[in-house]
């Protein structure tokens, strides 16, 4: 299935991340482009209705507002993707996945500066397209050269032109009669003044040299209309100067040092810096008549950098359409907000989906919609401008969907519920796969077996090449003859000999041989074969990273409740350098921005749900539980809006709390009435309901509550009425008071115990004196403790979670001693 429709794969693989199966509109061309060859009838195009039957949608996310199915088409059934056929005047069928065709790939040409392709990510210098008014409208695209060097901050748009060159002025007497037009290159001035229009500054530099030649009255600028100027670059628009005009440095007190007209050279030059007036289209020049009358003039390219105030640039996925706007189709009016909060306030509409916004600088004003600019046209203004936004591009279905699982292992290994695996071809002795595999991965080892599902696993990941038949696994009875041990010290009952074997003698060394349903044979350990390595995924926090002595920030795999117990294994962001005695796990979500609340009386009728990422609520519930401390910041700003009664978030089971952030548990205040400072003595800020922006914000830190999933807002019904909230991560750090922490060689396992499987109790003794003395034991060897904290009661064992099936009781915690590994009887290492 994977291989059928890996064309997607690939096209996405030739532009980086801007290609995808074409999306066609009416004016599409392909049907040209797939004559040209004649090499095949079909070609793939990126429409399908994979997602749901009978609803056809594009690939790189466009919505559907043109189709050009031949007739009949589509014929539905299993045929769920579409392609062009040209020898049917380009129209479209549908197809069965599995068929193989051509494929016709596009990316667009949308961005609109070298500033947004430095938003981008793109920080090389070099030329890049840009389209500077959006797609479909005004000037075409075209190439410039981006300089992302200079200025850190963003990038330089450079306008070439023909006329770089220090170039000399002669023979022309009369004013004006020395005529210099400017091109620049194969844009036009219109593509140009488009490109200035839309930065933030652009500056061109003009320079006159001059030996007994006058300037004011002689020599002139023209600007992007074609208009004579009357000033010089550094001086002030329409002063009628030079630089030293202005600043009084003129020779003689003249407005320009040229209109001296001495027998020295003298010279006047700056910058122009009105972008309404760039690029510049002309220069004229006279007063050279004479023989000692001339002078040598100099243009540099135009620079434009930045962004205009009207642009969105706090983020990349809206498209910019200059003064374009969709009139009526609107399904929301927002009046003083900034361009970026309507780029947000669009993303987060919930009552449908926005596709474009409308932009008025002059009002501030905001027109969200549904449609964009190709399921409606749009109307011209210049008051105006529209952002298209830029949807999601469609999974691929036919891709497992397991990249978030994969991550949660390091580059090359596999997960399988508690572990990561690895499989090497390379045929090796037994010590030499030994060693491989601890040299792959800090915690790595030749793989051990604890049940039937890992062995399973394992059957299958052997078969994944058929490129040998026997893999190295850890089982040596090395040590002691017949008495066979793991590598990586793990105890487990498990075993999965094929009939006859061990078979004993000289062969000490276990392989699982998947011809023979992965069961194991004992083999000579200098013989060679492939090997299958694993490292535990058993470290439960942040913090016990650290512990482990890992000091740098970045993601790391945690499973808050142990293995094989609970929760799956995730991925977190850990802070190492804040706290310097602990790791803070970091658990973030979708709703990270500032984000606007309109258009909702009824209270409690905005809502939003919170999402941590691909982790569930209950994972991110158990990483509350075993830490110390929990905190998540959480605002509402308002306008007019009332909080108490119309606005509430809600805990990890989804009951609504009445208290906001950094008031006292279920206080039903917020934190200014704990204090006692809101304003008029309400019970919060917000309250007030007044026309002034107040604000309640504060951390809440009951972890048993957290994290937040959900906050509803009302009372935003009237035009006057809005707010912005704003939700941070959820931030855990430290330990509870019933883990260990003061060693790594115990793995923990929350509210399991092994009931009735105890060699020693112990009373009125704390946690960690606990793993002490289940190390110091000497009548038996201790595998584990259960730890009761409310009795302060620990239950040595000689048995674990693999050796027996431990009990569910949250009243108990499991400990799992970490075994020392076995080891190299060869090297002893």
Known sequence: ???????????????????????????????????????????????????????????????????????????????????????????????????????????????????????????????????????????????????????????????????????????????????????????????????????????????????????????????????????????????????????????????????????????????????????????????????????????????????????????????????????????????????????????????????????????????????????????????????????????DPFTDDDTSDQDLCDAGWIRNGNACYQLVESTVDYTTALDGCRNLNDYGDLASVADQDESN?????????????????????????????????????????????????????????????????????????????????NTISCAEWKRKGYTSNGYYTIDPDGRNNGVDPCRVYCDMTTDASTGIMTFEHQEANRSLVIGENSPFGFIRNITYGDKSIDQVATGADISGECYQYIKYECHASYLTGYTAWYDRDGKQKNYWGGATVDSGQCACGISGSCHNGHQCNCNTKDDAWREDSGYLTDKTTLPVTEMRFGDTGDTVEYGYYTLGPLYCKGDESFLVTGRTDFMFIKERYLGGYNNAVLSSITVEDCATACVSASSFICRSFDYNPSSSRCYLSEENDLTVDPSSDPVYHLFVRIMDRIKDPFTGG
């Open 457 to 537: 696993f394992l059957f299958v990941l052997s078969r994944r090449t058929f490129g040998m038949n026997y893999y190295w696994i850890g089982f040596n009875d090395l040590d002691e003859e017949g008495t066979w041990a793991w590598t990586d010290g793990s105890v487990s009952s498990y075993t999965n000999w094929y009939s006859g074997e061990p078979s004993g003698g000289s062969e000490h060394c276990g392989v699982l041989r998947w011809s023979s349903d992965g069961t194991w044979y004992d083999a000579g350990c200098s013989s060679t074969h492939g090997y299958i390595c694993k490292y535990p995924l």
């Open 1 to 395: 299935m994977r291989r059928a429709w890996s064309v997607d794969e690939y096209a996405q693989g030739l532009k980086r991340h801007h290609s995808f199966i074409t999306q066609i509109g009416a004016d599409a061309r392909a049907p040209n482009c797939t004559l040209s060859t004649f090499g095949t009838n079909y070609y793939w195009i990126g429409f399908n209705d994979l997602n749901e039957e009978g609803t056809w949608a594009w690939t790189d996310g466009s919505v559907v507002s043109y189709t050009n199915w031949h007739s009949g088409e589509p014929s539905g059934g299993s045929e769920d993707c579409g392609v062009l056929r040209w020898n049917s005047d380009g129209t479209w069928y549908d197809a069965d996945y599995l068929s193989t065709y051509g494929y016709i790939c596009k990316y667009p040409l949308n961005t609109i500066s070298c500033a947004e392709w430095k938003r981008k990510g793109y920080t090389s210098n070099g030329y890049y397209t840009i389209d500077p008014d959006g797609r479909n409208n005004g000037v075409d695209p075209y190439r410039v050269y981006c300089d992302m060097t200079t200025d850190a901050s963003t990038g330089i748009t450079t306008f070439e032109h023909q006329e770089t060159n220090r170039s000399l002025v002669t023979d022309a007497e009369a004013p004006f009669s020395f005529i210099r037009n400017i091109t620049y290159g194969d844009k036009s001035v219109n593509q140009v003044t488009t490109g200035a229009d839309i930065s933030g500054e652009c500056y061109q530099y003009i320079k006159y040299e001059c030996h007994a030649s006058y300037l004011t009255g002689y020599t002139a600028w023209y600007d992007r209309d074609g208009k004579q100027k009357n000033y010089w670059g550094g001086a002030t628009v329409d002063s009628g100067q030079c630089a030293c005009g202005i600043s009084g440095s003129c020779t003689n007190g003249h407005q320009c040092n040229c209109d001296t007209d001495d027998d020295a050279w003298r010279e006047d030059s700056g910058y122009l810096t009105d972008k309404t007036t760039l690029p510049v289209t002309e220069m004229r020049f006279g007063d050279t008549g004479d023989t000692v009358e001339y002078g040598y003039y100099t243009l540099g390219p135009l620079y434009c950098k930045g962004d205009d105030s009207f642009l969105v640039t706090g983020r990349t996925d809206f498209m910019f359409i200059k003064e374009r706007y969709l009139h009526y189709n609107n399904n929301a009016v927002l009046s003083s907000i900034t361009v970026e909060e309507c780029a947000q306030a669009c993303v987060s509409a919930f009552t449908f989906i926005c596709r474009s916004f409308d932009y008025e600088p002059s009002y501030s004003r905001c027109y969200l919609s549904e449609e964009n600019d190709l399921t409606v046209n749009p109307y011209s203004g210049s008051v105006y401008h529209m952002f298209v936004r830029i949807m999601d591009r469609i999974e």
